[in-house]
Each structure stands twice: as structure tokens, then as C-alpha cells.
């Protein structure tokens, strides 16, 4: 398997950068792990025909799925000036919040299933397993194998005592590390910090840490780097259009 990050930042994005997407390649099929905003225009400068088997998305804040609604535009407008894209394209993604569902689900370019705790999908040989996430929303981490490799990905959440458990073997897990320790002040119990992160890894005993979600606002990726591979020294801190083989 093949990780591209297209956008490392939440809730918002330092200047230049992109809230969080990814493009997993396993094989010959290219899944998409969230389309936060700025990752489309990303995506398009390495899959120009969207030649895209599924869209995972974990929750539907903001700044994980603002450019599904302008990927539906691109498949609309494509579509009708008779290229071929993938309509109706395969995303599973929480039923909710409302408002924000109903903008995907009525576009009709979309094919959604609604995510659930431990829901199994399977894309061609490609396995996906959800797991409910703790966030303000209902938010879902990914399990993802293909030909023996995992990924665990863990979407959005605060601590939870079975993360270690649920990405037990991982061979890379990307992490949700928004927060230094520096920001438990300030009350952080919608994300993980990079500590956090690092206690995970090394409990799971995953082969490879790389923290995500950086937050915009702060030159923080030393802090986070230093505070993850403390506990777990394979740690790398995302990277903006960089690959990692897993
Ligand atoms: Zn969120």
C-alpha cells in the first residue's frame, strides 16, 4: 500500500497547507481517506481523471469532507462533458450531522452506505473495518488491510482506552495528534496529542507512528515530533505530498 497526504491540518490550515486527505493506493485501487479543503486541488495533481474506487470519510466536519462538495462538482461537470468518472462513486461516511449528510446524499453522484461501529467493507481486495471514535460528532477510525499490510487510521478522537487494542499489529498507524501537552491546558479531549499518540503506538506495538491533524495555528510539528517519538521513537510527522509505503 501507498499513503499520499494531500492535506496534514485541522480544523483549519496553516498558510499554504490543507486540512486532512489522503490517497491510499493498494494495487490497482485508490481509495480516499477524508477530503478536507485544499485536498482536491491536491488530488487532481495525481489522479486527474478522479479515477477513485471509494472515499472513506471518518466524520463530516468541515475539514475533513468540504471538498466532497466540490469533487461533486467535478464529477457533475465532467460527467457531463462526457468523460468517464466514477458516478456514482462508492463513500462510506457517518449518516450525521444532518445538514451536512443531506448535502452528499441528495448530490447524486454519491453511492453512500452509512457508517456503523465495526462495520466490515470490502472493495475489491481491500478490507476496511469502522470502529466508533469519541469527537462531538460520530466519527469513525479505519482499519484497512490489503495483501497482509494495515493500516489504522484513527480519524478524529480523544483518548480512548481501546485504541491500542483496536490497532494491535498495525504496520502504520496515522494518528490524530492536533494537541502538544502544552494544550491540555486549554481542554483537549476532542483529539489525542501527540503523547498520547505515542503511548498508543508503542502499546499496539504498530511498526510505524505518523502524526496528522496538525493544528494551524502554531508552528508545532517540532513539539508534536519530539512529544510522539518520546514514547515511540518511529514516529514522522506527516508530510504535505509526500508518500509512505506500507
Ligand atoms: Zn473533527
Given at each position: 500500500m501507498k499513503l499520499t497526504v494531500l492535506g496534514k491540518y485541522g480544523p483549519f490550515p496553516a498558510p499554504g497547507g490543507a486540512c486532512s486527505g489522503y490517497l491510499l493506493e493498494c494495487g490497482r485501487r485508490k481509495l480516499l481517506l477524508d477530503l478536507g479543503s485544499g485536498t482536491l486541488s491536491r488530488l487532481l495533481q495525481l489522479?486527474?481523471?478522479?479515477?477513485?474506487?471509494a472515499v472513506l470519510l471518518s466524520h463530516l466536519h468541515s475539514d475533513h469532507m468540504a471538498d466532497m462538495l466540490i469533487l461533486r462538482y467535478a464529477l457533475q461537470q465532467l460527467q457531463s462533458h462526457g468523460q468517464d468518472v466514477p458516478v456514482p462513486l462508492t463513500v462510506i461516511a457517518p449518516d450525521s450531522p444532518e445538514e451536512e449528510f443531506r448535502l452528499l446524499s441528495t448530490s447524486g453522484v454519491f453511492d453512500i452506505t452509512a457508517a456503523q461501529d465495526k462495520l466490515r467493507a470490502r472493495i475489491g481486495d481491500i478490507t476496511v473495518t469502522l470502529h466508533r471514535m469519541t469527537h462531538p460528532v460520530p466519527t469513525y477510525a479505519f482499519s484497512i488491510t490489503h495483501e497482509g499490510r494495515c493500516l489504522f487510521y484513527t480519524g478524529d478522537t480523544g483518548w480512548r482506552e481501546d485504541l491500542a487494542e483496536l490497532c494491535r499489529?498495525?504496520?502504520?498507524l496515522l494518528a490524530?495528534?492536533?494537541?502538544?501537552?502544552?494544550d491540555r491546558k486549554f481542554g483537549v479531549s476532542a483529539h489525542l496529542t501527540a503523547s498520547e499518540a505515542g503511548r498508543i503506538a508503542r502499546e499496539a506495538g504498530v511498526k510505524q507512528l505518523i502524526c496528522t491533524?496538525?493544528?494551524?495555528?502554531?508552528?508545532?510539528p517540532d513539539v508534536t515530533l519530539k512529544e510522539a517519538s518520546a514514547r515511540f521513537p518511529d514516529t514522522v510527522v506527516a508530510e504535505e505530498m509526500r508518500s509512505y509505503l506500507i
Amino acid at each position: 500500500m501507498k499513503l499520499t497526504v494531500l492535506g496534514k491540518y485541522g480544523p483549519f490550515p496553516a498558510p499554504g497547507g490543507a486540512c486532512s486527505g489522503y490517497l491510499l493506493e493498494c494495487g490497482r485501487r485508490k481509495l480516499l481517506l477524508d477530503l478536507g479543503s485544499g485536498t482536491l486541488s491536491r488530488l487532481l495533481q495525481l489522479q486527474v481523471d478522479l479515477k477513485i474506487d471509494a472515499v472513506l470519510l471518518s466524520h463530516l466536519h468541515s475539514d475533513h469532507m468540504a471538498d466532497m462538495l466540490i469533487l461533486r462538482y467535478a464529477l457533475q461537470q465532467l460527467q457531463s462533458h462526457g468523460q468517464d468518472v466514477p458516478v456514482p462513486l462508492t463513500v462510506i461516511a457517518p449518516d450525521s450531522p444532518e445538514e451536512e449528510f443531506r448535502l452528499l446524499s441528495t448530490s447524486g453522484v454519491f453511492d453512500i452506505t452509512a457508517a456503523q461501529d465495526k462495520l466490515r467493507a470490502r472493495i475489491g481486495d481491500i478490507t476496511v473495518t469502522l470502529h466508533r471514535m469519541t469527537h462531538p460528532v460520530p466519527t469513525y477510525a479505519f482499519s484497512i488491510t490489503h495483501e497482509g499490510r494495515c493500516l489504522f487510521y484513527t480519524g478524529d478522537t480523544g483518548w480512548r482506552e481501546d485504541l491500542a487494542e483496536l490497532c494491535r499489529g498495525a504496520d502504520l498507524l496515522l494518528a490524530d495528534t492536533c494537541f502538544t501537552d502544552a494544550d491540555r491546558k486549554f481542554g483537549v479531549s476532542a483529539h489525542l496529542t501527540a503523547s498520547e499518540a505515542g503511548r498508543i503506538a508503542r502499546e499496539a506495538g504498530v511498526k510505524q507512528l505518523i502524526c496528522t491533524h496538525l493544528w494551524g495555528g502554531g508552528p508545532v510539528p517540532d513539539v508534536t515530533l519530539k512529544e510522539a517519538s518520546a514514547r515511540f521513537p518511529d514516529t514522522v510527522v506527516a508530510e504535505e505530498m509526500r508518500s509512505y509505503l506500507i
